[in-house]
């Protein structure tokens, strides 16, 4: 009896041992969850050689030198609507240098309130880019300038001799010519007009904060500016958006990986006609961009952080996280520069006489 009585004690103890080996708590609870590694703000020195030099003062032509007089005229030949059909359109109307050098308008409405097809970019800092226009059909500022006068759809000037004529017809901008080319003979020239508009537009130079930390201030970014930079870079944006401009150097195919959603505008291919520029596009300068809305050349995107989204998906094939959005369009704020005020006021133009062309609304 007792060796049954140790056999049973003995199994009723096995049996409690296993339940409470079953049933054993869990182990107590570890500190709290480890969180997944933030972004740095450290940034590699190497990174930022992509987008030295900062901005100059001006944007320097061999071609066209820049002279007091020559910057004078064509600050007001920027801003005199008689340049156009009827009187009421200015290089200024469409590309406002008080708003960032555009009109913040999907396209701008040109003569008889016409519209375009493709956003206006801004002006400021265009004098550095490799080409103009989104198709880069002028190669530069000067020649960029000659457009939109005879463009039916914008200022709609019928030729370059209406131009002239209206010109010629004030002597304030004969004496104003003369003073700014004095080694011509006539100054008053189609090509002239334009070398002062352009000599005037490569000073419209926006340095930024983003400038200052080029130059070695360390403190001009915070640091979640500094995070958002390293996550435009290691997102792979300075494959195209690079260089003192943070773009504005090479062509792109707009949906190089994701076809781009509207292919009526094709582009370059409007230009050359040749099949390899199908909706190849000047990629823009970043500069300003927080402040150029709305984006792409045709205006189709209203907001920043959905621009950065597009351009992830399409170009690169990458769905950008809203922190990592968020991160990017931080950064892209620091490329805000400061609009030169005094440069930019509108100056006093030379009053039209009897023989000035009278607005024309047809």
Excluded at 3 to 32: D, Y
Excluded at 91 to 102: E, K, Q, Y
Excluded at 163 to 171: G, I, Q
Aim: hydrophobic share 35%; net charge positive.
């Amino acid at each position: 009896m007792r060796s049954m009585r140790s056999l049973f004690t003995l199994g009723i103890l096995v049996a409690v041992v296993s339940c409470q080996k079953k049933e054993a708590p869990p182990p107590p609870a570890a500190g709290p969850a480890a969180e997944p590694p933030k972004p740095t703000a450290a940034i590699d020195p190497g990174r930022l050689g992509l987008f030295q030099p900062p901005l100059p003062a001006a944007f320097e032509s061999p071609a066209n030198p820049l002279t007091e007089e020559k910057i004078a005229l064509g600050r007001m030949l920027y801003y005199d609507k008689r340049l156009s059909k009827n009187h009421d359109i200015s290089c200024n109307s469409c590309h406002d240098l008080a708003r960032f050098g555009v009109d913040n308008q999907k396209v701008s409405p040109g003569h008889r309130k016409q519209l375009g097809s493709r956003n206006s970019p801004s002006v400021y800092n265009a004098a550095g880019h490799f080409a103009q226009f989104w198709d880069g059909r002028a190669p530069t500022v000067e020649e960029q300038a000659k457009g939109p006068v005879l463009n039916p759809v914008e200022m709609a000037m019928p030729n370059e001799q209406r131009v002239l004529a209206t010109l010629r017809s004030m002597p304030a901008y004969v004496a104003a010519f003369r003073k700014a080319f004095p080694a011509d003979k006539d100054p008053i020239t189609w090509d002239n007009m334009a070398r002062a508009i352009g000599a005037f537009e490569r000073k419209l130079v926006t340095p930024a904060r983003w400038d200052r930390f080029l130059a070695g201030e360390a403190d001009a970014l915070s640091e979640a500016e500094k995070i958002g930079f390293n996550t435009f870079v290691q997102v792979g944006c300075p494959t195209c958006h690079l260089g003192t401009l943070v773009g504005g150097t090479q062509y792109q195919k707009a949906g190089l990986v994701v076809p781009w959603p509207e292919q009526k505008d094709q582009g370059r291919y409007e230009v050359t006609k040749q099949e390899g520029d199908r909706m190849l596009f000047k990629v823009p300068s970043l500069r300003n961009v927080a402040r150029t809305a709305p984006y792409f050349h045709d205006g189709s995107v209203a907001t920043l952080e959905e621009a950065v989204r597009r351009m992830a998906r399409h170009q690169l094939g990458k769905e950008l996280s809203e922190q990592d959005t968020s991160a990017i369009v931080t950064w892209l704020q620091s490329l805000t520069g400061e609009i030169p005020q005094a440069y930019i006021q509108a100056p006093e133009l030379p009053p039209s006489t009897a023989k000035t062309p009278k607005p024309d609304p047809s």
